[in-house]
């Protein structure tokens, strides 16, 4: 039942919302003397409102099963963005994205469903199909756009599923029974089987996988549909070997993940993106999910939270576009951190000051979430950029993993969360400092063109110094 209000004959005490007082044998008239000190666990409950899937399922004194949900979803994806890795890398960037998004729809089983088991299945289920889509789908709108583009596609990208966010906030306050939420959200997605006919596969990894033709074809149809003028037969007529040599791939190498472990640059770069994206993920999630702490409406914060997004995507690629990616990153998790830290440190009473600095936090995570994503693909080359996003989206399942966690820690102190946040950005903003600037920089196809440049850069580096 709602321990809001208590009526007049409940006993002075405080009871947990799962159990309930017992009756003296001589109770006599019903006041609140007439319950000895035993307590018995409740076997029904009144849940305040019948809504959600927690009344549904009966979950409102098995915490632990409405947790393990979110955790079990947040796992299904982190396995999916892996899988899903190693998909786009052999089957293409096409498939990966279609079977993704169209797998998704199996969320929708989610409404039929009546016992807890079954209900994490689905999750599971649909959580491994929608995980990939979010990797899959940027890396073919980066490897499509010209290197003058690539952060503002990532940018776009981004704007969309700020907007997904924020209209499910919209959406929550007037659509407030959670299936009819469910039959909104999952049943579209059937019609993204349109995509089969309506975009392309990746002439990038075409060309690299050494499906000339199909490259070939994939380029001029891009040409026509954007009106580029260019030579269509020069590009008709060229082989394999001058269309690589035109992208700066020597030879046709198929570079397995084995690869990685024999490039000391490779790995040093996986680690650094990885716990980039562990950090951001963990910092921008947290900060969402702690948002319903603050005063106030818990859908109204959770949409000023989302609305925040926006400005910081703006900030982020005004300087990333112009100062670099590697500064803008460490610049903003450093300053991200501070504010985390001085959020700690503001006592209750200042309200304002307090949600202030939690939401301009948010907006820079949010740049800095979006940033580190393009930055990353931009370190990997082309052979095994699939299958290093998808290690980094692992962890970055795990940051959002771990997120849900934090607001356990304000038991034992309000400040806690904050400062686990900025420890988070500024050991990160500190990492990024080992590695390279990409700005205006070709991205790289195979592990080799990596070594070669970073080889290439230490012997510049060596003529200057002797210079």
């Not at 690539?150 to 907007?163: D, E, K, M, N």
């Not at 399942?397 to 849900?404: F, H, S, T």
């Not at 592990?447 to 060596?462: A, G, T």
Request: with cysteine; proline share 4%; hydrophobic share 45%.
């Amino acid at each position: 039942m709602s321990t809001a209000e208590n009526p007049t004959w409940w006993p002075n005490k405080t009871i947990d919302r799962c159990y309930r007082p017992v009756l003296k044998d001589d109770y006599g008239t019903c006041n609140s003397s007439s319950f000895t000190d035993s307590l018995v666990q409740c076997t029904e409950w009144i849940y305040e409102s019948n809504n959600t899937v927690v009344a549904e399922l009966n979950l409102g004194c098995q915490p632990w099963r409405s947790n393990l949900i979110g955790t079990i979803h947040s796992f299904g994806m982190m396995t999916s963005m892996f899988v899903t890795g190693w998909i786009y890398d052999v089957w293409g960037r096409k498939p990966a994205l279609v079977i993704c998004i169209v797998g998704s729809a199996v969320g929708v089983l989610k409404v039929l469903v009546k016992n807890w088991y079954i209900y994490v299945m689905v999750e599971f289920l649909e959580a491994c199909m929608s995980g990939g889509t979010y990797t899959s789908g940027m890396v073919l709108m980066l490897e499509i756009c010209g290197k003058d583009k690539r952060l503002l596609a990532g940018v776009l990208f981004s704007y969309f599923i700020y907007f997904g966010e924020t209209l499910f906030a919209c959406m929550a306050m007037v659509i407030p029974y959670w299936k009819t939420m469910i039959l909104i959200i999952y049943s579209p997605l059937i019609l993204f089987l349109s995509f089969i006919w309506l975009i392309k596969e990746s002439p990038r990894w075409q060309i690299v996988k050494g499906k000339t033709e199909e490259a070939k074809n994939t380029m001029i149809l891009m040409a026509k549909t954007n009106k580029i003028n260019m030579d269509m037969n020069e590009l008709s007529n060229i082989d394999g070997v001058g269309l690589r040599q035109k992208f700066d791939i020597k030879e046709n190498e198929k570079e397995g993940f084995h690869v990685i472990f024999k490039s000391p640059e490779i790995l040093k770069r996986v680690f650094v993106a990885c716990f980039c994206r562990f950090s951001a993920s963990f910092v921008y999630y947290g900060l969402m999910l702690n948002s319903v702490w603050l005063p106030g409406d818990k859908y109204i914060n959770f949409l000023l939270i989302t609305i925040m997004s926006y400005p910081g995507e703006l900030i982020s690629l005004y300087f990333m576009k112009n100062i670099g990616r590697k500064l803008s990153l460490i610049i903003g998790f450093i300053l991200t951190a501070a504010l985390c830290f001085c959020s700690a440190q503001v006592p209750e009473t200042y309200l304002w000051t307090k949600i202030s600095l939690f939401l301009v936090g948010k907006m820079l995570i949010s740049g800095c979430f979006t940033g580190v994503i393009t930055y990353s693909m931009e370190l990997f080359p082309t052979s095994v950029r699939g299958l290093l996003l998808g290690l980094g989206a692992l962890t970055s399942r795990i940051g959002n993993m771990m997120a849900p966690l934090t607001p356990m820690l304000m038991t034992f102190s309000p400040s806690i969360p904050s400062i686990f946040f900025g420890c988070a950005a500024v050991m990160s903003g500190l990492l990024i400092i080992l590695t390279p600037e990409t700005r205006d920089q070709p991205l790289m196809d195979t592990v080799r063109q990596v070594e070669e440049s970073v080889l290439k850069e230490k012997q510049v580096n060596s003529v200057a110094t002797a210079m």
